[in-house]
């Protein structure tokens, strides 16, 4: 159980186009998920919070018009890269909570972005 | 969030038992402590986590001493699977359980 999806595995884009990232989870109903990147040798940043139903908490720093989140299921969330760049380039990785009571977060297996 | 010392990197034979240490020394009464792995070019995977006491599931022991200012993971019997950047998080009950990754422990296990 406890198994979240990601879709695509990897996308090449131009720059100046828009790519949408889904995050679904498969055997729960998650009401957070998390949106986090990723770049070559680093650790995870984590972008934003999606609560299903409502707008997306940004972190300091994350531009919410470039990084649109939709929560509207309780087993999807997507994000929408938009105008990107080739700084835009990294590893996406979202990730569910199974309820309001449980802590552990269970990983997509991320989405590699590559911007030319 | 407590901050959190783990060594860069660490080396295991296989079939050794793999000791992870993470020092936390300013955790507070209500966080817990989570440990996370990430296979390179994977998502992260959930582990184990405790609050004071020793915790012990199909994957993994944990340790906590008991003044909670250190824990131990513990990967009985690693494999070349287990090779990976081991991460010890702490997290407050309550809180918008948001993952703080810090720089985590390089695991290689050696064949």
């Known amino acids: 159980g406890a198994v979240v999806s990601q879709h695509p595995s990897w996308v090449i884009c131009k720059s100046g186009t828009s790519v949408k990232i889904e995050c679904r989870s498969l055997?729960?109903?998650?009401?957070?998920m998390f949106w986090y990147r990723q770049f070559p040798k680093q650790s995870l940043m984590l972008m934003a919070t999606?609560?299903?139903?409502?707008?997306?908490?940004?972190e300091q720093g994350v531009e919410k018009d470039k990084f649109l989140i939709n929560h509207a299921s309780l087993t999807l969330s997507t994000l929408t890269v938009t105008s990107a760049h080739p700084e835009d380039s990294s590893f996406y990785i979202c990730?569910?909570?199974?309820?309001?009571?449980?802590?552990?977060?269970?990983f997509g297996p991320g989405t590699r972005l590559t911007v030319t | 969030d407590a901050k959190t010392t783990q060594p860069t990197s660490m080396d295991c034979a296989e079939g050794r038992a793999a000791n992870l240490p993470c020092n936390h020394s300013?955790?507070?009464?209500?966080?817990?402590v989570y440990w996370y792995r990430q296979i390179h070019s994977q998502g992260p995977q959930y582990i184990i986590h405790?609050?004071?006491n020793n915790e012990t599931n199909e994957m993994a022991s944990l340790i906590i001493t008991e003044d909670r200012k250190s824990s131990t993971l513990i990967l009985p019997h690693a494999t070349l699977r287990d090779t990976a950047v081991y991460y010890c998080?702490?997290?407050?009950?309550?809180?918008?359980?948001?993952?703080?990754f810090g720089s985590g422990t390089q695991l290689t296990v050696l064949p």
């Open positions: 055997d729960f109903q998650a009401t957070t």
């Open positions: 990730s569910a909570l199974m309820g309001p009571s449980i802590y552990e977060q269970y």
């Open positions: 300013t955790i507070s009464g209500n966080e817990y």
């Open positions: 998080i702490p997290i407050s009950s309550g809180s918008a359980r948001q993952l703080t």
């Open positions: 999606s609560n299903e139903g409502s707008k997306a908490t940004y």
């Open positions: 405790g609050l004071k």
